[in-house]
């Protein structure tokens, strides 16, 4: 058991680019219901990675670059955004084949 962060923020993706996967990190410095979702340069959602109640801590979630049906997604740009209580954010990476 660590400290609690002191507040919420999007610790960046790692690594980016990236092939085949990359580790998203964030920081919660209170419970919170977590929405953290892949979207494409369209805007359309590609993959949920959370959607529920998360601790207030440091977190790592990995996305394997596949979407919601499990087919791998094209190269190229995509963005993630981290919803949590009143925190909102959203951080640009970068897929290469």
Avoid at 19 to 24: A, C, H, L
Avoid at 62 to 81: I, L, P, Q
């Amino acid at each position: 058991a660590g400290t609690v962060p002191a507040k919420t923020e999007i610790a960046g993706n790692f690594p980016n680019p990236f092939n085949p996967k990359t580790t998203i990190r964030f920081a919660l410095s209170s419970d919170e219901t977590v929405h953290l979702n892949v979207y494409d340069l369209g805007g359309r959602m590609v993959k949920t990675l959370v959607n529920g109640p998360m601790s207030a801590d440091n977190h790592e979630v990995v996305w394997d670059g596949k979407d919601d049906s499990g087919n791998r997604v094209a190269r190229g740009v995509y963005f993630y955004k981290l919803v949590a209580g009143d925190f909102n954010a959203t951080e640009k990476m970068v897929m290469l084949k």
